[in-house]
C-alpha cells in the first residue's frame, strides 16, 4: 500500500504542481481579481514578492480564474527578452502561433498584437498582457512594454499589462508610475498555513485533515509560510506518518520530515519498506558466541573505552545525527534484496561532524552541463565506487546524497526508473543486447523514496571522464537547438524541424519496436500532422544536458514536455540525443525517446 491509499488520496496532494486546481488564492490574489473583473480596468499593475512566494503560478492561474469575466490573458514567461520576443510569446499565448516566423521584424509583430486585442476589445473582452520575471526587462524594453496597453483610444479601461517580479531588483520604486498599483504576495501566516494545507489535500481528494494543530504549527515554523518548502515538508510529513502506520500527523513526524529534508541520509529505508509490505527475504540470525567469550569481549570494549578516556583520544566525528542506525557500505543487490536506504561508503564518509558537513562536500562533477532546479541526476564514478545523487538549485547542483553504487554496470547514460508500471525501466543509447535489468531494479529501490519524479538520469564513468572539462558554449548552443526544435512546431516549420536530425535517427518508446525514420520521410509525415493540427502548443520544462562519458561527441537532452493540439493531448518525458556531426560543427539529433505519461494529468 503507498501512502496516497493509506490517506484516501486520488493523487499527491503536496506535488509541485502549476495547475489551477491546487492554486490556493491569497489575499493579494484576490485582490487582483477584485480590479481585474471591476469595470475600469487599471491600466498598470505590480504583482512582487520575494523568491518562492507563487508569483509565477499566480500569474499562470490568471486565465483560469477570469475565464467567466469576459476576460483574456496573454502570458509572457520571461521578461530578459526584447520586445519581439514578448510579442511572439504574447501571440502564442493567443494561439495565433500560425502568424509567428521566428525572423518576422517587430514592426509586423506589433501589428499582429495590435489587430489580435483590438478585436477583443470589439467582441466586448478585456485583455490582460501578464510578464512573468518582469525585473529583468531592461530600460529600453519596458518603455516600449509599457505603452504596449495604450496603442488605441478605444482600449482605455480595458487592457491592463501586469508586471510580475521581484520590485526592488530592476524596479527601484521612485521610477514605478504613480497610477500603478502595487500587490506584494507574502509568505503564509499560521492561519493561512493551516487553510493552504487543507486545501491542498482538499485538491487531492482527502475527506479529512490528518495534520493536528501541532503539526501545523511546525509546517509553518519549518517553511518559513513560503509554499515551495512547505509542499516539501507537508509531503514527507505524510510520508513518515505513513510509516510509522499513523492516520495522523503529529508534530514527531513532522519534526522527522524535516530532518530527512536537511539530511536526505537519515532517512528510514526500513520503515518505509515495512509499510509498502516489501520487507525482502528474512535474515538468518547470527549464532550467539558462548557466554564466557561474551564476557571477555564486553571486558576488552570496556577496557578500551575507559583507556581512550585516559589518554584523551580522539573520537571519531559523528555522522549519524538524527538517524536510528548507522550508515553501513550495502552488499551488491539483486532482484530478490530488500530496499535499501541511502548509505555513506567509507570512501567518501566526511570528517567532519555533520553541522560543518558541507564544508567537505565534493564539487558538482562538469559532466553534469546543467541540472534544473530541483531535477536529480545520480553520476556514479567507477574508481572511487561511488554513487552520488545531485540536486539542481538556484546555485547549482547540490549533493544530496550518497549511496551504495548499483551492480557492475558499463560507462554511459542511462535513464532508469518506473514511469507506468512496478517493472524496472533503463534506457541506454546506443542500446544494449545486454542492459543490466537487475542493477536498474535494485537501484530504483533505493532511490525511489526520495525522488519527486519517476525517471532518474544515471551517468556512469571513470573519474578522468567525468571531470573532463565541458566546452563553455555547448550548453548554450544545445539550448538553442532545442528552441528551434520547439519553437519551427508551433509555427509549423516542418522543414526546419527535420534540418535539425539527422540523415537517419532512431525512434524510441517504451512497449513499441525502435524505429529507424529517414529525415525526409520525417518532413513528409511532419507536414501533414502539422497541416491538420490546429494551433500546436508545446511547454517544455528546462533540459537536463549531459555528456556522454563513453563519447564527448553526444550529448543528451532531457526535459518534460506537453503538446496540445487538435489531434494530440500528450504529456511526458522526452528525450534527445545530439551527436557532433563529422564534416561541419554542427549537432544533429540522431535518437530520440519519447515516455508518455498516462493519464494525462494537469
Not at 539527422?502 to 511532419?526: C, H, M, S, W, Y
Not at 497541416?531 to 562519458?549: A, C, F, I, Q, Y
Request: proline residues 9%; contains cysteine; hydrophobic residues 40%.
Amino acid at each position: 500500500m503507498d501512502y496516497e491509499s493509506f490517506f484516501n488520496l486520488r493523487e499527491k496532494p503536496f506535488k509541485n504542481s502549476l495547475s489551477y486546481r491546487f492554486f490556493f488564492r491569497g489575499p493579494a490574489f484576490a485582490r487582483l481579481l477584485e480590479l481585474l473583473r471591476a469595470d475600469a480596468k487599471p491600466p498598470l499593475l505590480f504583482l512582487t514578492g520575494a523568491q518562492g512566494v507563487g508569483k509565477t503560478s499566480a500569474l499562470l492561474s490568471l486565465a483560469p480564474a477570469l475565464a467567466g469575466a469576459g476576460s483574456t490573458v496573454a502570458y509572457a514567461r520571461r521578461g530578459d527578452l526584447p520586445l519581439s520576443g514578448i510579442l511572439q510569446e504574447a501571440l502564442r499565448s493567443l494561439k495565433l502561433s500560425r502568424l509567428l516566423d521566428p525572423e518576422a521584424p517587430e514592426e509586423t509583430l506589433l501589428g499582429y498584437f495590435q489587430d489580435a486585442v483590438s478585436e477583443l476589445i470589439e467582441r466586448g473582452q478585456s485583455f490582460v498582457l501578464a510578464i512573468d520575471d518582469a525585473q529583468n526587462l531592461s530600460r529600453e524594453t519596458r518603455a516600449d512594454v509599457f505603452a504596449l496597453t495604450s496603442l488605441e483610444e478605444s482600449w482605455l479601461g480595458k487592457t491592463t499589462l501586469l508586471l510580475g517580479g521581484r520590485l526592488s531588483e530592476g524596479y527601484p520604486l521612485e521610477t514605478v508610475p504613480p497610477d500603478a498599483e502595487i500587490l506584494e504576495l507574502k509568505p503564509f501566516g499560521p492561519r493561512e498555513v493551516s487553510q493552504y494545507v487543507a486545501f491542498r489535500l482538499k485538491a487531492g481528494g482527502a475527506r479529512s485533515q490528518p495534520f493536528g494543530a501541532e503539526a501545523l504549527a511546525a509546517l509553518y515554523g519549518y517553511s518559513g509560510g513560503l509554499p515551495g518548502p512547505l509542499n516539501g515538508l507537508a509531503e514527507r510529513s505524510l510520508l513518515t506518518a505513513w510509516a510509522a502506520g499513523k492516520k495522523e500527523v503529529a508534530l514527531s513526524h513532522v519534526s522527522q520530515a524535516k530532518t530527512t529534508l536537511d539530511n536526505p541520509m537519515s532517512i528510514n529505508a526500513a520503515a518505509l519498506a515495512k509499510a509498502k509490505g516489501d520487507r525482502g527475504p528474512k535474515r538468518q540470525r547470527a549464532p550467539r558466541p558462548a557466554r564466557p567469550l561474551l564476557a571477555l569481549m564486553c571486558l576488552i570494549a570496556i577496557l578500551g573505552l575507559l583507556g581512550g578516556w585516559f589518554f584523551h583520544w580522539p573520537g571519531k566525528a559523528d555522522l549519524t545525527a538524527g538517524e536510528t542506525a548507522s550508515p553501513r557500505q550495502a552488499s551488491p543487490a539483486t532482484d530478490a534484496a530488500a530496499p535499501m536506504g541511502p548509505t555513506l561508503t567509507p570512501a567518501a564518509a566526511p570528517s567532519l561532524p555533520l553541522e560543518n558537513a558541507n564544508l567537505a562536500l565534493p564539487s558538482p562533477p562538469p559532466a553534469l552541463l546543467s541540472l534544473p532546479r530541483n531535477s536529480l541526476a545520480l553520476v556514479v564514478d567507477q574508481n572511487l565506487n561511488m554513487a552520488r545523487l545531485w540536486q539542481g538549485s538556484l546555485k547549482g547542483p547540490g549533493l544530496k546524497a550518497e549511496i551504495a553504487p548499483p551492480e557492475e554496470i558499463s560507462p554511459g547514460l542511462y535513464l532508469v526508473g518506473r514511469p507506468q508500471s512496478r517493472s524496472a525501466l533503463i534506457f541506454q543509447y546506443p542500446p544494449s543486447q545486454e542492459l543490466p535489468r537487475r542493477a536498474s531494479s535494485s537501484l530504483w529501490k533505493q532511490v525511489e523514496t526520495i525522488l519527486p519524479q519517476d525517471i532518474l538520469p544515471l551517468v556512469v564513468g571513470d573519474g578522468p571522464s567525468l571531470a573532463k572539462p565541458v566546452p563553455p558554449d555547448l550548453g548554450k548552443f544545445l539550448r538553442d537547438k532545442l528552441r528551434q526544435w520547439s519553437q519551427n512546431q508551433e509555427y509549423k516549420f516542418a522543414d526546419r524541424v527535420s534540418a535539425l536530425y539527422d540523415a537517419e535517427f532512431r525512434f524510441f518508446q517504451p512497449g513499441a519496436r525502435d524505429l529507424t525514420i529517414t529525415r525526409d520521410k520525417f518532413a513528409v509525415a511532419l507536414k501533414s500532422e502539422l497541416r491538420t493540427s490546429g494551433d500546436v502548443k508545446l511547454t517544455m520544462s528546462e533540459p537536463l544536458l549531459l555528456l556522454d562519458p563513453r563519447d564527448h561527441k553526444r550529448a543528451w537532452a532531457v526535459f518534460n514536455l506537453k503538446y496540445d493540439s487538435n489531434l494530440r493531448h500528450d504529456m511526458g518525458l522526452r528525450t534527445l540525443i545530439f551527436e557532433k556531426a563529422s564534416r561541419k560543427a554542427d549537432w544533429l539529433i540522431v535518437a530520440e525517446l519519447w515516455i508518455k505519461e498516462i493519464p494525462l494529468r494537469d
